[in-house]
């Protein structure tokens, strides 16, 4: 193997998500992740003998050992729902050093089946064991959601302005087979949606659901010599960041340091600007993390992420096509979204979405982890 | 308030032992840099801003405001929804989460920027922080904890 260098092209040259995607109560993490990537793989007419870097949120070596292959290279980056977005920057870099050549980034979790899952324990002695978990705030939806209203009163919104998130994501969705919500809604049928953690409505909270994703990465030298079923999606550059243990700890409760610094990191190594994103997806367990990540991304200013939602500029024929397989509000959400953001992007990229935006020639990915704990950044590109 | 024992207990670890310890004293205490004054919360062994790793123990105010908060409507262990949880900004300038007793657990009786008063919750063997809304006649006088 030999270093593709330092500024050498890297793809993602095979992406697919398991063939089900929801409740799949017949298969375990590992098979979704198994399936995901057999298919991944199968578009670049490669074999597993060739694959020599392996990362992913599941244990890897038990992975490894799953697939049938004794990787050079391993990540089990977990920091949370963006850890791909760090496997696949974790990758170009390997791949450019020539510490692995081809590597499979690979997602399955049965989030809502827990079927071949740990059992779901919380840690009375970390940190946010201590400080928030006590206080009846143990799931994501009175956790992650603390600092909302915090963000609301600051810019003069009301508690409704949240429902303007999944309604505008669901004209993308409307209709997608693949979707645990694919319903056009209206904003009032998301205010009449049962109360979950007021400010919080159902449908303003993603489901649980079941499914898995996988990424095949190499350098655009190797890529052009396989038998693609997909034309290649260039990884133009990446940036990762964090802030802390949970959403109770966040410096400034309406603005995220990793969202800032991951996604500066990631616009200057691809040395794009905000002008030159075609497409944007930003994780969305809960509707109003796009309103943080669309002003700490800088695509808009302070305040303005419901106006510009309102707008239409992030819906059909916007300006600024956002969250385009419905986000992890309305498409799935498995627990840990991230590579459902990738996939939706590459497949933008490729052409082959279920609801394309004419003309995508690149896409921005913002990833969080844990709650307001870690980001990871992509920008994608066609060819 | 009556002991709940089912209710999650958490569990104290070298670096927040001052804090529980002063807290089955009926007190909230945080730690505070030597060299740059910075209130550290939660408490750990140096300071984040300047890295410092002299700090000294202070018995804080025990008052702050509602920041932000939910509603949640989703019974946990130990609550009966809906209760409301809360992220308080201390006068000191940290935020300890906290349930909002003394108020009821509708949008309209909760007032960010409201004041409130630390009081502790025997649990588990563990005294809880927890901050009780000030009444001050704009609030729900004689609410029910």
């Known amino acids: 193997m030999s270093a593709a260098g330092a500024s050498a092209p890297v793809v993602i040259a095979g992406a697919a998500e398991s063939p089900q995607l929801g409740k799949v109560p017949g298969q375990s993490a590992m098979m979704l992740a198994t399936s995901s990537a057999r298919l991944a793989l199968g578009q670049t007419g490669l074999s597993w003998a060739d694959v020599d870097g392996l990362a992913s949120t599941l244990p890897t070596a038990e992975l490894a050992s799953y697939l049938g292959i004794r990787p050079g290279w391993l990540d089990g980056t977990v920091v949370g729902g963006c850890s791909y977005m760090l496997h696949v920057r974790h990758a170009a870099a390997a791949i450019r050093s020539g510490a692995a050549s081809v590597v499979v980034v690979a997602h399955g979790e049965s989030g809502r089946s827990r079927v071949g899952m740990a059992p779901r324990a919380a840690d009375p002695s970390s940190m946010a064991g201590q400080f928030e978990l006590p206080y009846g705030a143990a799931a994501t939806f009175s956790r992650f959601t603390l600092p909302a209203l915090a963000y609301l009163h600051k810019y003069g919104r009301s508690a409704d302005d949240l429902a303007e998130v999944p309604a505008a994501q669901s004209e993308w969705v409307e209709g997608n087979p693949r979707a645990s919500r694919n319903k056009r809604l209206t904003i009032q049928e998301i205010l009449d949606s049962r109360i979950i953690a007021w400010p919080f409505r159902l449908l303003e909270c993603c489901p649980l659901t079941d499914g898995g994703g996988a990424l095949v990465v190499m350098s655009a030298e190797r890529a052009a010599d396989c038998e693609l079923a997909y034309r290649p999606v260039t990884v133009l550059g990446g940036g990762e960041s964090c802030e802390g243990p949970g959403a109770s700890f966040l410096a400034d409760p309406t603005s995220f340091a990793g969202f800032r610094e991951a996604s500066a990191r990631a616009f200057e190594e691809s040395g794009l600007r905000h002008r030159d994103i075609d497409h944007l997806m930003i994780y969305d367990a809960y509707a109003h993390v796009p309103l943080y990540g669309l002003e700490d991304l800088g695509f808009v200013g302070r305040g303005e992420a419901i106006d510009f939602i309102r707008s239409g500029a992030t819906r059909p024929g916007g300006s600024l096509p956002m969250n385009t397989n419905g986000g992890g509000l309305l498409y799935t959400h498995t627990g840990m979204y991230g590579m459902f953001a990738i996939q939706e992007a590459v497949r933008q990229l490729r052409g082959d979405a279920f609801a394309q935006v004419a003309g995508v020639r690149t896409s921005f990915v913002q990833g969080i982890g844990g709650m307001f704990g870690a980001a990871g950044a992509l920008v994608l590109g066609a060819g | ?145």
Not at chain 2, 10 to 21: C, Q
Not at chain 2, 41 to 70: I, K, M, N
Not at chain 2, 76 to 95: N, Q, S
Not at chain 2, 112 to 138: I, K, N, T
């Open chain 2, 1 to 145: 308030m009556t002991e709940a024992p089912e209710r999650f207990v958490p569990v104290p670890t070298p670096e927040t032992a001052t804090y529980w310890a002063k807290a089955a004293e009926g007190e909230l205490w945080l730690p505070r840099c030597d060299s740059c004054r910075t209130v550290v919360f939660y408490p750990r062994p140096a300071c984040p801003r300047c890295h410092g790793d002299q700090l000294t123990w202070f018995r804080a105010s025990g008052r702050g405001t509602v920041e932000s908060f939910v509603i949640n409507h989703v019974p946990a262990p130990g609550f009966e929804a809906p209760y409301a949880i809360a992220l308080i900004l201390l006068e000191e300038g940290i935020r300890l989460t906290s349930n909002l007793l003394g108020v009821e657990p509708v949008p309209d009786a909760i007032k960010l920027g409201m004041p409130v008063e630390v009081e502790f919750e025997q649990r588990g063997g563990v005294a809880l922080p927890q901050f009780r809304v000030v009444s001050d006649g704009l609030t729900a006088a004689g609410a029910p904890s």
